[in-house]
């Protein structure tokens, strides 16, 4: 299986690396490819310009790999902070340039002239990871949790990704060297849950 695995934290040595490595570690070690990108560290754009929209336009070679990448990834791995309830900006950058019409969706025209969209992505599964410093109870009762429906409808239901396993680890600024180590080892069975270890032989 080939797996695309995305970081956007810019703390070198955060937990959300930590996450990634631990994801990255466990997919390698049950037979999956990887291609792994973090988004801080490689200075991606995430600037959409008015001509990259057009649905015919040249796109550099950098985002034309992503966007090749994007596609042919059997699952979909990512790991980001919650900032005001959203990805950070480089995430949700790569989102918009990369999941692009016609690359992870179209429209299908109907007689009013309406499109209803349908997702193009091979990939049948994704897992998203996130880290807060808010109280899960707070979390839900106060901002109804907004990356559960950003993710899980309105960027992966859409591109056709109906498998979506979320798990937000909090609170990380107050938590113990145990915690995260027992978080650690609960992201790498998840990993494992829904990416089964591959039985091929090549």
Not at 48 to 58: D, G, R, V, W, Y
């Amino acid at each position: 299986m080939n797996v695309l695995v995305i970081i956007a934290n810019p703390q070198k040595g955060s937990f959300n690396h930590a996450i990634a490595e631990t994801v990255v570690d466990t997919l390698k070690q049950i037979g999956h490819k990887v291609v792994f990108h973090d988004l801080y560290l490689e200075d991606f754009n995430p600037i959409i310009k008015a001509e990259e929209i057009l649905p015919h336009t040249k796109l550099d070679a950098n985002l034309q790999r992503h966007c090749e990448e994007l596609c042919a990834a059997d699952g979909i791995v990512i790991i980001h902070p919650n900032w005001w309830g959203q990805p950070p900006a480089i995430l949700k950058g790569w989102i918009d340039r990369v999941f692009r019409a016609k690359v992870a969706y179209r429209f299908e025209e109907t007689g009013n002239g309406e499109g209803i969209p349908v997702g193009l992505l091979k990939a049948k599964k994704a897992v998203v990871f996130n880290t807060s410093n808010t109280k899960e109870e707070r979390e839900q009762e106060t901002f109804g949790d907004p990356l559960e429906t950003l993710w899980k409808k309105c960027i992966f239901g859409l591109c056709g990704v109906k498998n979506v396993k979320r798990k937000t680890f909090s609170v990380v600024i107050t938590s113990t060297q145990q915690q995260r180590q027992a978080w650690l080892k609960e992201a790498a069975e998840i990993i494992v849950e829904q990416f089964p270890k591959n039985t091929t032989v090549g």
